[in-house]
Every structure is written in C-alpha cells, then in structure tokens.
C-alpha cells in the first residue's frame, strides 16, 4: 500500500496537481520562504521534498538522508501508537508509520518508468519547464 501511494505522489492526477500548485507556490512566493510539514514527512510531504530538492540539483543521497530522518523525529510516538496495539495489529500498522527507502524509491522508479527522467517528469507532470526551474534555483539556492 505505501508503495501503491508513493507512486500515485508521481502519477495520480490529483498529486500532479497538488504538487505543481505546490510548486508554483514555491515560485511566486515574494519572500521566498518554504514551509512545509506532516506529521511523519514520507507520503505527500516526503515526495513533495524529494521532488523539490532534484529540482534543486541535491544529490540523491543527501535527499534520502533527509527522507529517512523521518524514522528518527518520529520513532517515539511510533513505538508508543505501535505499543498500545494488539501485537497482530501493530505487525499490519507498523509499515503504515515507518519511513523507508522503499517507498521513496517507488515514486523515483514510477518517474522513471513513467516519464523517463527527473525533467521530464517536471516538465510533463508538473508544467515545469527549464526556465521555472532555474527560477526555482535563483530563489531557493545561496552561493
């Protein structure tokens, strides 16, 4: 199921459209400041940063780093919901709380698979083209 959903961030019509409202926001916003939260930070949240920071040019690496953290702010409450749940309960619910590299992982494969690169899921997906990318970068990057 979180791989199902990971995919859909990419491909979904609804995602596509949350994420380039997202994205365009991001933009235009005259102070340049992004905010952005969730509770656990990998499904709408996690694709909408991990899809920003490619667009960034952040390598691959540091992004998963920071998608995987999420495990870490959260493990507390995790272990705590997952604790007070029937042990055949909390074996169903525990992949629904985690973070993992798998779920991330799904939404760059349907990228790929679906779009044949990072650009071109940006550019058809998102309606972003090289211009409002570079725009992205001018705004959001220092040095």
Known sequence: MMIDGERFMVSGDTAKAAH???FRGVGTDSAHGVVFHCTAGRDRTGWSEAALLTALGVPQDTI???YLAGSDYRA??????LDRMP???AAVCKPMLDVRPEYLNAG???????YGSFNSYLDRALDLDARDVCELRDDLLVG
Request: aromatic content about 0%; overall charge negative; hydrophobic content about 45%.
């Open 87 to 89: 042990p055949a309960q």
């Open 20 to 22: 380039t409202t997202a």
């Open 108 to 114: 760059l494969d349907e990228v790929r698979e679906q």
């Open 64 to 66: 998963m780093a920071d």
């Open 76 to 81: 507390a409450a995790n272990k705590a919901a």
